[in-house]
């Protein structure tokens, strides 16, 4: 049977609830990511990484609708870029968790593709704590799972939003969207940062939102051209590893 909700009948679906499926949401962005990577980058990686966890756990998962817009007005100077504000972002995400409880379901796992839903996620967790208690819900940001596997990469001093980890991941995925020709470096090094950017991306805590056209003209953060389709390969790997080695202690709680 299919692992995606949207491909089973209404029959099928209830079966699932009663199995006691783990509801997989996978959901990104709608953003610039330089002239390298299309915008749906982040709801690609995010679909990518559910299916591989499903494709692992037969029977024991399936992917919900996805959210393919997220939380972006640190992008909105790019063209292109659609963002939607926290709290209409962490609304849809509800009514998708609430819509599937009422048929039955009650384990829900939001992969984000997207840092910048992260804030957002972590209060709606908090929210469904509070009014909830019968759902269980966890969330998990795709890269910040292959830690070991973006360790050992060759990264730029400044690295990250469409450099070597989110291109590497998109030549494993998604080969025919990357633009070869237009991958060039973006911001690689803090002494391209104007102070207070340089700051902000210096510390984790205290945090700040800044917008990305501040810390990068093209949008870029490191050197996309040193990414490698194996490197997304490790990346991909570990985190699905993480996630179903986390679903079936999940499931047997």
């Known amino acids: 049977m299919t692992a995606k909700l949207a491909e089973m009948t209404t029959l099928e679906a209830a079966r699932a609830a009663e199995d006691g499926t783990v509801v997989v949401i996978p ?12 915008m749906a980058t982040d709801q690609i990686r995010a679909e990518a990484l559910a299916d591989a966890v499903a494709e692992a756990l037969p029977g024991k998962v399936i992917i919900g609708p996805g959210v393919p817009v997220g939380v972006s007005p640190h992008h909105q100077a790019f063209a292109g870029t659609v963002s ?8 849809v995400v509800r009514e998708y968790v609430e819509s599937l409880a009422a048929h039955g379901w009650r384990r829900f796992l939001v992969i ?5 839903n992260n804030t957002t996620l972590s209060t709606l967790a908090l929210d469904l704590l509070r009014d909830r208690p019968d759902i269980e819900f966890a969330w ?6 292959a830690k070991d596997a973006v360790s050992n990469m060759e990264l730029s001093a400044i690295s990250g939003h469409s450099g070597e980890a989110e291109t ?4 494993h995925v998604a080969p025919r969207l990357v633009r070869h020709d237009l991958l060039t470096p973006g911001t690689t090094t803090p002494d391209e940062l104007d102070p207070f950017a340089r700051l902000a991306r210096s510390v984790s805590y205290p945090a700040v939102a800044i917008p990305y056209d501040r810390l ?11 990414a490698t389709a194996e490197d997304g390969r490790a990346i991909f790997a ?3 590893d993480r996630i179903v080695a986390f679903i079936k202690e999940w499931l047997d709680t």
């Open 112 to 116: 984000t593709g997207h840092g910048g």
């Open 168 to 171: 590497s991941q998109m030549l």
């Open 216 to 226: 990068s003209p093209t949008g870029v953060l490191g050197d996309p051209r040193r």
């Open 238 to 240: 570990e985190a699905t």
């Open 140 to 145: 998990a940001p795709v890269t910040a799972l």
């Open 84 to 91: 939607l504000r926290p709290a209409l972002f962490a609304a």
């Open 27 to 38: 959901v990104g962005a709608f953003e610039q990511h330089g002239a390298g990577l299309p």
